[in-house]
């Protein structure tokens, strides 16, 4: 604090008082010119969330050997300025002078830093040039007293920055060849994983976007969402540790929409920041994005749009790629809204963002997104134990079979269904057509499934196979009151 007699006047270095401050009745002016400790500066200026012009530039280290000139400076623009009369002495207060740093550097490390090998006297040159004093030579080595004017500086690496600075980066020669050491480290489980899903989405056309995690508040406000506030952020657009991912990727849709890149397959790895009790929680997540066209039009095709089942279906598709096998994705009260879910672990979210939510980013298109829980995934593949099993000998056999369901019968329903039945030797089914007409009934549609039957022993009979079909059709029959279409 700075004081006078009997009370507080102000807060040194961050925040003036109103009592001492200028107003427009203000004749007479006291100045006084200080250097503040950047450390002490910075945790007032955090503790009392006072973040001020004078603060910011005392944390950073000002010239300490200036203040009697900044002062005079000043008085001697008031008096030009304002038409002041400079009516008193300067009285300079500083009983232990601060010592200048001294930095010792040496050639050889100048030049492996650098890479380029520098003669002495185009260092000694350069330093001197900047205000550095030379203060003793040696073989290899030089040290150098730093001026105050540069408080940043006080290894040799600063002083590397500072000779580079000057004489350029363009006169550093580039080396013909470049040693380097293969890495032997390892990565993790949650490093492979995150390198195993890029290469898969970026195979199937997906783009990386890197978004900042600090973001803008009233994105949440509205919406009634608990969110981390900034208490030192440097603009009023971000103030915000982000509580979710889907706010920042908007921002980026349509940054790409405005200007006519309107197809996007967009993937993030990042966190979201959740407020506790005390301090907040973060989570990992992988987003994906997918808006406008799936196919662009040419001679032999036409567009088609991005939809729901596409990602649905992408979703599904990574999962199984990361090793996952029970997946099911489950629709929740929220239209549009789907859980992602591994045997009953919830792992994720599926949805079509809503019209609301477009709106406010001035998107017109629809906009589809599935946010995994990176930390749950990892989790859940890390507890998997891989093992091989032979390429099966024996042929395969399909069968299709056509349904007549209730129209809000959905194909999970039917994944259900199989469930119950437990063919032994079912390997994989596939929905390949759905045709709906009031020809079939009031409310009814048809779905054709596809079924593939193996044995690892043996080829199947077609006895075999009509057994276990008509296992599956009574399960049809039993849990969903399905027809079959002849």
């Not at 000779?163 to 380097?180: A, H, K, M, Y």
């Not at 920041?273 to 799936?294: F, V």
Request: proline fraction near 3%.
């Amino acid at each position: 604090m700075i004081c006078n007699a009997t009370e507080g006047m102000c807060i040194a270095g961050v925040f003036g008082g109103i009592a001492s401050g200028v107003s427009e009745t203000t004749t007479s002016i006291f100045l006084e010119s200080a250097c503040f400790h950047p450390t002490w500066i910075r945790k007032t200026s955090l503790r009392h969330d006072l973040r001020t012009d004078a603060a910011s530039r005392f944390e950073k280290g000002v010239d300490i050997s200036n203040t009697v000139n900044v002062l005079k400076r000043a008085a001697l623009l008031i008096k030009e300025v304002a038409g002041g009369e400079i009516c008193g002495d300067i009285i300079d207060i500083y009983p232990n002078p601060k010592p200048k740093a001294s930095v010792r550097i040496k050639y050889h490390y100048l030049k492996k830093l650098s890479g380029k090998n520098y003669h002495p006297d185009q260092v000694k040159k350069i330093l001197s040039a900047l205000g550095f004093e030379i203060v003793k030579e040696g073989l290899d080595e030089l040290w150098v007293d730093v001026p105050y004017s540069k408080p940043d500086i006080s290894i040799p690496a600063d002083l590397v920055e500072e000779i580079l600075r000057i004489d350029g980066l363009d006169s550093v020669e580039i080396p013909q060849s470049i040693t380097i050491s293969p890495a032997t480290e390892q990565l993790g489980i949650k490093e492979n994983l995150r390198e195993k899903i890029t290469a898969f989405l970026v195979g199937r056309g997906f783009s990386e976007i890197v978004t900042n995690s600090i973001t803008n508040s009233r994105y949440f406000e509205q919406d009634g969402i608990a969110f981390v506030k900034m208490l030192n952020n440097l603009s009023i657009e971000l103030d915000t540790l982000r509580p979710s991912m889907l706010e920042t990727g908007l921002e980026t849709i349509a940054y790409n929409i405005n200007r006519k890149n309107n197809s996007l397959h967009l993937f993030e790895f990042g966190k979201t920041y959740h407020p506790q009790a005390s301090g907040y929680r973060e989570e990992e997540h992988c987003t994906l994005y997918m808006t406008g066209k799936k196919t662009e039009p040419g001679w032999r095709t036409k567009s088609v749009d991005n939809d729901f089942f596409d990602l649905k279906g992408l979703t599904i598709a990574v999962l199984k790629w990361c090793g996952l096998n029970d997946i099911s994705i489950q629709q929740t009260e929220q239209i549009g809204y789907f859980t992602v879910k591994t045997g009953k672990q919830n792992i994720g979210f599926l949805q079509e963002v809503s019209a609301q939510k477009l709106f406010a980013f001035d998107i017109k298109q629809p906009v589809y997104q599935l946010d995994i829980n990176f930390n749950t995934l990892v989790k859940i593949v890390e507890a998997i134990r891989v093992t091989y099993k032979e390429v099966n000998k024996f042929p395969e056999v399909t069968r299709d079979l056509a349904l007549v369901v209730d129209r809000a019968i959905t194909y999970q329903q039917l994944e259900k269904a199989v469930q119950q039945s437990k063919p032994a030797k079912l390997q994989s089914m596939r929905l390949f057509d759905v045709f709906e007409s009031d020809k079939l009934g009031t409310n009814k549609k048809s779905m054709a499934v596809s079924f593939t039957f193996a044995d690892d022993t043996k080829t199947l009979t077609d006895k075999e196979i009509d057994s276990m079909m008509q296992r599956l059709i009574g399960g049809f029959e039993k849990e969903i009151q399905a027809e079959i279409r002849k």
